[in-house]
């Protein structure tokens, strides 16, 4: 009787290793810990890049500023959902940020106006509280009215929240740790596109609420002083590009981006 139930054993290990070595059963193994996602700096920054320390983290702000010469166009990616850097490349921008939020149906959260065509309308909200817009003259606004006609204006977005830059954090009912954009005015009226991430981690960042404190921290004043900010897009579908000669500087986007900012 043992000696049959030894031959059964036997012969059922014997085509179980069968079945896998051919690949038609895999056997689970152990599952292991994700090591945390972090970032070797090997192309130079061609901007302002700012250790942060808050709270228990530090963060890195990276900050490039849009030169008055430059213009700035605001590109639809609700319906192509193309690689950022490949849409940058393609329509010859210095540099590009991500645009505003977006819904599962492949339209915008909030009005966006661009190349003459509307393609959504001003919504009531709480998180995209302003809005950034640039005229035919290459004048740029970040405010929390728009402006009364759209007639000479190259695009206007809607997103938030606006911010005052300063030591009050924002009220939000949730909020979590993702990599932020954000564009940024002083009080003599320069625009600047910014990245801030987790020093050693480039796909996180800090609390969207903590915003307004991290950008008015002494680090950051002692290169630049802010007046205001307004956030666009953050998390896995944030995304920020800087052309260079050799290779660009890229934070590239973990899930399509619902617009991108063109400066060229």
């Known amino acids: 009787m043992l000696e049959k139930l030894f ?18 059963l895999k056997i689970p193994q152990t599952p292991t810990s994700s090591p945390i996602p972090s970032f070797k700096q090997e192309v130079q920054f061609p901007g302002i890049s700012i250790n942060i320390p808050y709270d228990t983290h530090t963060f890195t702000a990276w900050i490039w500023e849009v030169p008055k ?6 590109l639809p990616n609700f319906s192509q959902k193309e690689d950022g850097e490949a849409l940058a490349k393609a329509n010859s921008c210095e540099a590009s940020i ?6 599962e149906e492949e339209k915008p959260l909030g009005l966006f106006m661009t190349g003459g065509k509307t393609y959504s309308p001003e919504i009531q909200s ?14 740029r606004y970040i405010e929390y009215q ?31 740790y993702a990599r932020r954009s954000v564009i940024a005015q002083t009080d ?8 801030i991430t987790e020093k050693d ?17 002494k680090e950051v004043k002692n290169h630049v002083v802010f007046e ?12 920020f590009y800087l052309k260079q000669d050799l290779n660009p500087f890229v934070f590239p986007e973990l899930k399509s981006v619902g617009s991108v900012l063109c400066i060229h």
């Open 7 to 24: 031959s059964i054993l036997f012969g059922f290990f014997l085509t179980l290793g069968s079945w896998t070595s051919q690949g038609l």
């Open 228 to 239: 205001k900010g307004i956030n666009l897009d953050g998390g896995s579908a944030s995304f």
């Open 146 to 176: 728009k402006p009364q006609s759209f007639e000479n204006l190259d695009f206007i977005l809607q997103t938030g929240p606006l911010f005052p830059i300063g030591k009050k954090r924002l009220q939000l009912v949730d909020d979590e």
């Open 69 to 74: 010469s430059k213009t700035v166009t605001l």
């Open 126 to 139: 709480n998180l995209a509280t302003g809005f950034f817009w640039q005229e035919k003259s290459g004048k």
């Open 188 to 195: 003599d009226g320069k625009f600047f596109l910014i990245s």
């Open 201 to 217: 981690n480039i796909l996180s960042g800090p609390f969207l609420s903590d915003l307004p404190v991290i950008l008015s921290s």
């Open 98 to 103: 991500n645009g505003g939020f977006y819904l």
